[in-house]
Structures are given as C-alpha cells and as structure tokens.
C-alpha cells in the first residue's frame, strides 16, 4: 500500500481548523487534526509545503518509520508547528492502519483498559453565584469533574469566564485582545469561590482549576497552600514551565496536585518534571504533542512515576482530536481524566463523529479507525477566518503570562 495524496484542509466552521486528509492507493482515507490556535496558516504551509512533497509513494503502514524521518530527519525538532505537523500525519496513519486491520484503533493500542473516559466540563460565570448555577447546569447534563473559573472582582474580564450563556470561545475575530491581569486579586479571590462551591456541593464533587500560567512559581505555592483545604483535582498551569524546575518550588510547599502540559510540544518537555514526580498530571494532547505515537511514550514515562494523563481538549482542537485522544485515554494503563468543551453542532456537522458522552464519561465509537471524518464540501462553505488568543498585561502596561 501506497500513501497517493495528502491534502491540507482549512476551514472556520465557527473557528479555524486544520485537517489533513492522507489518501492511500486502496482507497482508504486517513484524518488527522493539525489545528495550532491562532497560527493555523504556520502549520497548514508546513504540511503543505514541507510533509505532504515526502509522504507520497511512502507505506502507510510504517508510522513509527514516516514519524522519524519527519523528526529526525527534517534536522529542526520540536516547537509546536513542527510537533503539530507530525501529530497530524501520525493520526491520519493511526487511522489508515486501523481501517486495514477492520478494528477501533484503541485495539491496536492494547484495547480497552476502562469501560469508558472520565471527563471535566466547563463550568464559569461571571460572579461566585453564577458560577454555582454553572456547575449546577453541568451536574444536571451527568458531568462527574468539573473545572470552575470565575470573574476577580476589580478586573474587567478574565479568559476562561465566558458570555451569560455559559460557553467562552478560547480565540476571538481579529487582532489579539488585551485584558488587565492582578495577581492580587485574583488570589484573594480564589478561595472564596471554592470555599462557596465546598459549602454548597460538599466534599466529593471532583473540581478542577486553571491558572493559566498567570503566577510565579511562590504566587502558585501561595495559592496551591490556601486551596488545600477544598482539596481540587487539580491545580493547572500554575506557572510557565519553559524552566521545569519552576515545579520544585511550588511542590514543596503544597499538596494540591498539579497538572500542566497544554502548551508543550513533546517529551523532552515533560522529562524534569515527570522523572522528579513534580506533577501528578501531565495535559499534552494527541495533536500538539506528535500524535498517538508521540503521546504513548509520555504516558509510559509518566507510568513509571505514577503521573497520569490529563489531555488539553479544547474546542480549538478539532473533533479529530477528540476522537483519536479518547482511543488513546482508553487504552493506556494512566489515564486519569480528559478534557471535554463540546463542540457546536456545526462543527460536529463538518466533522461527523462517533464518540459518545455517557454519564460523565467519554467513549470512542467502535467503528474502524479513530471514528472521525470530514464533509469537505460542508467545510469548504467556511472559508479560514483569522481569530487569536487574548494577551493580558499587568495592571501597569507589563506584558503577562497567561
Ligand atoms: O487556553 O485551548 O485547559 N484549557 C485551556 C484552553 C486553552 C486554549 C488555547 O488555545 O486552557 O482554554
Ligand atoms: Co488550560
């Protein structure tokens, strides 16, 4: 078998993907997810330009081979463009692979290793009071994790607390927005919302939180200390994590566990802060972090320090993400919750999907591959649309985190 075409798809079917579609001389067709939020055109024109020129005449069937010759061989390696590339043409081979062999691809990886996959919904408001309501809607919908943001008082918006109706959009049309960011604030302000949410929701509920990088490595031990007592799931992104050492800090003084990883590209990001057991979540995801293949051996590094997975699923990956995370998160032996923002249906229209949520719980579909295809034709209604992610600054002007 004979890879004979692999074609870049961008479309805005409410926000920016990028799919790539491998074709192999039987017929068979291969998707996967090359969506990099707000520089979607970066990846599209590596895939284009620089991948999609090698793979042709290439086995499909030779992924571990095709994913070093795209790593190794290309002599730059790592950062999220090239990662998210590779991530892209793994997944669509994953999903050739198992179509040949008739079977779910969470078959080839081991099978099933849990009856379904826990996830974390979204719940945010604009005030403590709204935010309750939220978990509430989200209790009702059979949600069994939660991951609660809520507006600081004195600070005019925060990312992640989205309009009345519940949902935020993580990138908006046109040029970056900008929002004034305090730590004080923000700080002061936390523990009020999950001492509220323990009052009213009690000691067992699952609750998550995202601090989306915003503190230093002392502001987040602060934090990690006075949110103990509401005992999260998990504290995310506390800090940047290009110096993974940062993680030392906060871990000695705190027991809240930590997840980080959305925005790391590959292994060697992980490496410190596994092999020290400096966290106890590790948040790649199938598509910024060089595919299933990828992924398998973070999770088995991870396996050896008792870290779980916790992947990034937002909704600016595309439902191929989702579909090839879910056949990922069931297999492996530490798996330990996924991230789920749905889709609209529109998207879930361009890419019709079999993975179902069940009672809390995530499960792939059983039909052969990754269970996720495109409607090209749909998609090409919804031409590429620029959108970006929010900068914030400092109550001064200065530049943040987030
Ligand atoms: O900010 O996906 O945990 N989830 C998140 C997301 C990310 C966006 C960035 O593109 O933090 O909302
Ligand atoms: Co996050």
């Not at 961008?10 to 996967?32: A, E, H, Q, Y």
């Not at 992640?160 to 040029?175: I, R, W």
């Not at 008792?306 to 990922?328: E, K």
Request: a negative charge; one cysteine or more.
């Amino acid at each position: 078998m004979k890879i004979i075409d692999a074609k870049v798809i961008v479309c805005s079917p409410g926000r920016n993907f990028v799919t790539l579609k491998i074709v192999t001389d039987d017929g068979l067709v291969g998707w996967g997810d090359a969506t990099l939020n707000g520089r979607e055109l970066s990846v599209a024109s590596y895939l284009k330009d620089h991948v999609a020129p090698c793979l042709i005449g290439r086995d499909p069937h030779q992924i571990e081979d095709i994913w070093q010759y795209l790593y190794k061989g290309a002599y730059w390696r790592r950062g999220p463009v090239t990662m998210t590339a590779i991530a892209a043409v793994d997944m669509a081979l994953w999903d050739i692979k198992a179509k040949v062999a008739n079977l779910p691809l969470y078959q080839l990886l081991g099978g099933k290793s849990r009856a379904g996959c826990l996830v974390y919904g979204h719940a945010n408001g604009a005030s403590i009071d709204d935010t309750i309501e939220a978990v509430e809607r989200h209790l009702e919908e059979g949600f069994k994790a939660i991951r609660v943001q809520t507006g600081v008082p004195g600070l005019a918006k925060v990312y992640g607390v989205g309009q009345p109706n519940g949902f935020y959009e993580p990138a908006t049309k046109g040029l970056p927005q900008e929002s004034i960011w305090s730590t004080d604030k923000y700080i002061q302000h936390m523990p009020k919302l999950f001492e509220a949410l323990r009052d009213r929701f009690g000691p067992d509920l699952p609750l998550l939180h995202d601090v989306h990088h915003r503190l230093t490595p002392i502001e987040a031990a602060r934090l990690g200390k006075m949110l103990e007592p509401y005992h999260l799931f998990w504290m995310e992104d506390a800090t940047p994590a290009e110096n993974q050492d940062a993680f030392r800090l906060i871990r000695q003084h705190t027991t809240t566990p930590l997840a980080v990883g959305e925005v790391f590209n590959c292994i060697w990001d992980c490496k410190t802060l596994i092999e020290n057991q400096l966290i106890d979540y590790i948040r790649t995801s199938v598509t910024h972090t060089g595919g299933i293949s990828h992924m398998r051996k973070i999770a088995a590094l991870a396996e050896l320090y008792q870290v779980r997975t916790g992947s990034h699923g937002p909704t600016d990956v595309s439902p191929i993400c989702m579909g090839a995370a879910l056949h990922f998160d069931i297999s492996i032996p530490n798996f330990g919750i996924q991230e789920y923002m749905a889709h609209e249906p529109l998207v879930n229209e361009v890419f019709p999907n079999s993975y179902r949520f069940e009672n809390g719980y995530m499960v792939p579909g059983d039909e052969p591959g990754h269970g996720v295809t495109m409607d090209e034709a749909l998609a090409a209604r919804y031409p590429y649309d620029p959108a970006y992610l929010p900068i914030a600054r400092l109550e001064d002007g200065t530049l943040w985190n987030w």
